[in-house]
């Protein structure tokens, strides 16, 4: 079964999911990031 997703926050909400979205989202309220520059 194929999930319909309405707007794309809730696809990449779903991608990040689990305990670190709200860090991954904060960090990235600042700005574009590497995956790398995440963690420092």
Same mark, same amino acid.
């Given at each position: 079964? %194929? /999930? /319909?997703?309405?707007?794309? %926050?809730?696809?990449t909400l779903e991608v990040i =999911? =689990? /305990?670190w979205k709200t860090v991954i989202l904060c960090h990235l309220t600042h700005g574009t990031k590497r995956t790398s520059e995440l963690w420092l």
């Open positions: 079964m %194929v /999930k /319909k997703y309405n707007i794309s %926050v809730e696809a =999911g =689990g /305990k």
